[in-house]
């Protein structure tokens, strides 16, 4: 969900998914984009794997962190002034999500993203 919003440009939905500091990295990507006058769209070759590296309870016990390796193959649609670009990538991260275990919302939020070993 996160990488097709951020392919799209899709502010309104990352916005209920990043930290602060995570969303402006990627307001800065998304407006770079815009600013060149390109587009981009993403297609999952096959279902990302995920597999969870860490779970930590923090801040008392009222915080949940975890840390997930995802493995993933796309293709990655690029247009722009100059015409249409087709990239297909496999990419290894860890993400790092948290949220707050007496909030009612549901939602982990994004807090941090480090390249990793495929």
Same mark, same amino acid.
């Given at each position: 969900?996160? /990488?097709?919003?951020?392919?799209?440009?899709? +502010?309104? $939905?990352? &916005?209920? #998914?990043?930290?602060?500091?995570?969303?402006?990295?990627?307001?800065?990507?998304?407006?770079?984009?815009?600013?060149?006058?390109?587009?981009?769209?993403?297609?999952?070759?096959?279902?990302?794997?995920?597999?969870?590296?860490?779970?930590? /309870?923090?801040?008392?016990?009222?915080?949940? +962190?975890? $840390?997930? &390796?995802? #493995?993933?193959?796309?293709?990655?649609?690029?247009?722009?002034?100059?015409?249409?670009?087709?990239?297909?990538?496999?990419?290894?991260?860890?993400?790092?999500?948290?949220?707050?275990?007496?909030?009612?919302?549901?939602?982990?939020?994004? /807090?941090?993203?480090?390249?990793?070993?495929?």
């Amino acid at each position: 969900m996160i /990488v097709k919003a951020f392919a799209a440009g899709d +502010r309104t $939905t990352l &916005r209920n #998914l990043l930290a602060p500091g995570v969303m402006a990295s990627f307001d800065t990507a998304i407006a770079a984009r815009e600013s060149e006058g390109r587009t981009e769209s993403v297609e999952f070759l096959h279902s990302p794997r995920a597999d969870l590296e860490k779970a930590d /309870v923090v801040g008392g016990g009222d915080l949940a +962190r975890l $840390t997930v &390796r995802f #493995l993933a193959e796309f293709r990655s649609r690029s247009k722009g002034p100059e015409g249409e670009a087709v990239d297909d990538r496999r990419t290894a991260e860890l993400w790092t999500f948290e949220r707050n275990l007496k909030s009612r919302d549901p939602n982990w939020t994004l /807090v941090h993203v480090d390249a990793a070993e495929a």
